[in-house]
Nanobody
Framework: VQLQASGGGLVQPGGSLRLSCAAS????????RGWFRQAPGKAREFVAA???????FYSDSVKGRFTISRDNAENTLYLQMNDLKPEDTAVYFC???????????????????WGQGTLVTVSS
């Protein structure tokens, strides 16, 4: 199974973008899906996650500005990013935990499936 992230681009500070993440197999399912990001020279960091019951979790740096959601019918994960800041510049990765796991995790190593990443650049 491959995850395909899209929607990145160049945006001015204060602007918005919506990232999408689709699975290569329509039958793919995961109880916990999330977004991570990696800025140049930095470690990959947790951004947001959504659990099987639609509970959502965010890092402090994006809380109140980003919204994670999913469309189960289309098996697609989204990340709506508003009020973007230069420090949000990074490659954004979507991820999913193994199918039977229901606990949300905040470390990249806990996720079994990854997308290829989409670049978000926030600059004037």
């Amino acid at each position: 199974v491959q995850l395909q992230a899209s929607g990145g681009g160049l945006v001015q500070p204060g602007g918005s973008l919506r990232l999408s993440c689709a699975a290569s197999e329509r039958t793919f399912s995961s109880n916990v899906r999330g977004w991570f990001r990696q800025a140049p020279g930095k470690a990959r960091e947790f951004v947001a996650a959504i659990a099987w019951n639609d509970s959502t979790f965010y890092s402090d740096s994006v809380k109140g500005r980003f919204t994670i959601s999913r469309d189960n019918a289309e098996n697609t994960l989204y990340l709506q990013m508003n009020d973007l800041k230069p420090e949000d510049t990074a490659v954004y990765f979507c991820a999913a935990r193994a199918r039977k796991i229901t606990v949300v995790a905040y470390t990249a190593s806990a996720y079994a499936y990854w997308g290829q990443g989409t670049l978000v650049t926030v600059s004037s």
